[in-house]
Structures are given as structure tokens and as C-alpha cells.
């Protein structure tokens, strides 16, 4: 399996753009994770999702933010309209068992807002 | 609320150096404790997970403890290589609710 895929890997955008990231999870995994890492606050989880139902969304810092998986296969993250503080290293992470099982995380994706 | 503290912040050791890190956390109400590995610029990679019934998971070089009362965690590697050198993160989990991360020890082993 080729792990858990993001993209992009990296994004530049303006204040006030859309910006959306895409993840992949790995192939059999029904539980799907999105974290967000800064050197102020470190490493928070976001949402997550089981069977494409989210789950706990209480991590979603605003409504700027939102969290769609259509399918088994797919999931996005959605920032609109995006702000300079929203900067920071995206991942995506999916598990067979669950929350506290071993999650495999993607490569992440390195947003910058200017 | 749960915190997770690792100390320390930094490491750097000659390679070949048994060597050892800590991660505390204030709510002892753990459902599991997992230790993760972080290279630059890549996502985390899982390397053991400890059971709240469990005292410590070995795997290879890495062996790490728990000790759920006192609210402490050690993740000791033995013959520390340069390919060792990465962000080592713990993080605990409440009750399957979700995983709560300390900030990290940026171990370099040098050569």
C-alpha cells in the first residue's frame, strides 16, 4: 500500500482565499484523522471521521473551517477564507481499529498564507 | 484538562549512547500511551503503543515504560545511531477520545 496520501504538499495562498487539502487514507482503514501542527501550539487533532461520518469535530477552530469524506477513499479540509494564522503543517492520518489504535500518518501539507 | 510535558526539549548525545526520554502527563485516566517519531519535513511515524494495563512495549532498540499513577512515560533507545536523530512525540489517549500530544524531544545523535 502506498500509505496515507496528501495534497498538496505544499500550498501559498493569499488572505482570503480558498484553500482546500485532500487526503487519501490507506485502503481498508474506516477511521480518517486531520491534525494541525504549529510551533506554538503543537501537534491538535481537528476532526475525525468513522466510516465517513465525523465523529468529533470539537478540534475545528472556527467555521472558517470544514471537513467533508465522501467516500471511503477521500477526504478534505476546507479553509474559507483563509487567514495568516491559519499557516501551518496539515496531516492527515487514518487507522483500522479506531482513536488510540495506531494511526499512519500522510506526509502532511505545508500551507502558508500570506 | 490533559497536558503532556516532554523533557527535555533538546538532545544531543554521541552515537552509540544508551539514552532515555520523558513524557508526563497530568490525568493519569489514560486509555493508551503511544510514542511517535517525526523526521524532518514527513509525518509521524508510530513506533510502540502501551495499553493502560501494560508497563512497557519493546521493539528492537526502543523499549518504553508506563507507569499510569505517577503520570510518566520513558522511552529508552539503546546504541544510539545517527539515523536515530528525529522529533520523538508521546501522546496519550483518553478513553478512544482522541490523542493528546506533548511538543516533542528533537534528539540528534551525532557521528
Known amino acids: 500500500d502506498a500509505g496515507v496520501i496528501q495534497s498538496p504538499r505544499h500550498e501559498v495562498t493569499e488572505m482570503g482565499q480558498e484553500v482546500t487539502l485532500r487526503c487519501k487514507p490507506i485502503?481498508?482503514?474506516?477511521?480518517l484523522f486531520w491534525y494541525r501542527q504549529t510551533m506554538m501550539r503543537g501537534l491538535e487533532l481537528l476532526i475525525y471521521?468513522?466510516?465517513?461520518?465525523?465523529?468529533?469535530d470539537s478540534g475545528m477552530p472556527e467555521d472558517r473551517f470544514s471537513a467533508k469524506m465522501p467516500n471511503a477513499s477521500f477526504s478534505t479540509l476546507k479553509i474559507q477564507p483563509s487567514e495568516p494564522r491559519d499557516s501551518a503543517v496539515y496531516f492527515c492520518a487514518s487507522s483500522f481499529f479506531g482513536v488510540g489504535e495506531t494511526q499512519y500518518f500522510g506526509p502532511g501539507t505545508r500551507l502558508l498564507v500570506l | 484538562k490533559q497536558e503532556v510535558t516532554q523533557i527535555p526539549a533538546a538532545l544531543s548525545v554521541p552515537e552509540g549512547e544508551n539514552l532515555v526520554l520523558n513524557c508526563s502527563f497530568t490525568d493519569s485516566a489514560i486509555y493508551n500511551l503511544q510514542w511517535f517519531r517525526q523526521d524532518p519535513g514527513k509525518g509521524l511515524t508510530s513506533l510502540l503503543l502501551i495499553q493502560s494495563s501494560q508497563r512497557e512495549q519493546t521493539s528492537g532498540r526502543l523499549n518504553a515504560s508506563l507507569d499510569k499513577s505517577s503520570g510518566r512515560s520513558t522511552l529508552y533507545i539503546a546504541a544510539s545511531q545517527p539515523g536515530d536523530s528525529a522529533t520523538y512525540l508521546c501522546a496519550v489517549d483518553e478513553y478512544g477520545n482522541k490523542l493528546v500530544f506533548g511538543a516533542g524531544t528533537i534528539l540528534r545523535v551525532k557521528s
Open positions: 471521521f468513522n466510516n465517513n461520518v465525523p465523529i468529533d
Open positions: 485502503s481498508g482503514h474506516d477511521y
